[in-house]
């Protein structure tokens, strides 16, 4: 069974600081994506990472997979009120009956002004 | 472009009853999967519909069943509903037959089983 661990669970920080949040797992996946998720709504996609090593940036967010694609991080810089949410990963893994996404439990993050 | 579509947006349903929950998919989209996300879980899958075959299926049993149509919206029926049940049902489509590409999710349905 293939699980993807994800830390810290609970993340509350102040406006402006900067945080990481983790997802690892003993399995390899093809692809990694990250989800952030508000209450009552539905995961919204932030970015896919497919290549080990790979590195992304979308604004104050950078987004890291890692050489062996087992695992991924995503760190925040300044944080802001606006980013409080459920960050969730998920390992996508081709093929077969397994033709799906793993996700992990979530880092649910709250940042104060 | 109109995004994934889920109906109904809550419901409240008691043990042993059935449920069916639906979901239109994003235009051009062929693939379906659906997802049960437990209060303070991630989603775990329940199965994948592409071209209404189904593609794939998760660790549920099978009073956990769906369709998909030709126009590729889609169907998951629960049959004989448990407490744990409850949960918020999540429907996500994406363009390709393969389960991992980009998936975009509807708002889900919050089910309440008492």
């Known amino acids: 069974t293939q699980l993807l661990e994800q830390s810290p669970q609970f993340l509350s920080i102040q406006e402006g600081e900067n945080l990481t949040v983790y997802c690892n797992s003993s399995?390899?996946?093809?692809?990694l994506q990250w989800y952030r998720q508000e209450p009552g709504e539905g995961p919204v996609l932030l970015v896919t990472?497919?290549?080990?090593?790979e590195v992304k940036k979308l604004k104050r967010l950078t987004f890291q997979f890692g050489d062996a694609r087992k695992d991924s991080s995503l760190h925040i810089t300044a944080a802001q009120p606006g980013d409080t949410g459920l960050y969730l990963c998920?390992?996508?893994?081709?093929?077969?009956?397994?033709?799906?996404?793993?996700f992990g439990k979530g880092t649910k993050l709250s940042v104060k002004p | 472009e109109t995004g994934v579509t889920q109906s109904p947006t809550h419901l409240i349903k008691t043990r042993g009853q059935q449920v069916t929950l639906r979901c239109s998919s994003q235009s051009g989209h062929n693939t379906v999967s659906w997802y049960q996300q437990a209060l303070g879980q991630g989603p775990q899958f329940i199965f994948q519909?592409?071209?209404?075959?189904?593609?794939g299926r998760g660790n549920f049993p099978p009073r956990f069943s769906g369709l998909q149509f030709p126009n590729y919206s889609s169907e998951l029926n629960v049959n004989a509903l448990e407490l744990d049940d409850s949960a918020l049902y999540l429907c996500?489509?994406?363009?390709?037959?393969?389960?991992?590409?980009?998936?975009?999710f509807g708002p889900g349905t919050r089910l309440t089983v008492l």
């Open positions: 399995s390899v996946f093809s692809s």
């Open positions: 990472v497919v290549t080990g090593g």
């Open positions: 519909y592409y071209r209404e075959e189904e593609n």
């Open positions: 996500a489509s994406s363009p390709g037959d393969r389960g991992t590409d980009t998936q975009y």
């Open positions: 998920a390992g996508g893994i081709y093929g077969g009956s397994q033709g799906n996404l793993i």
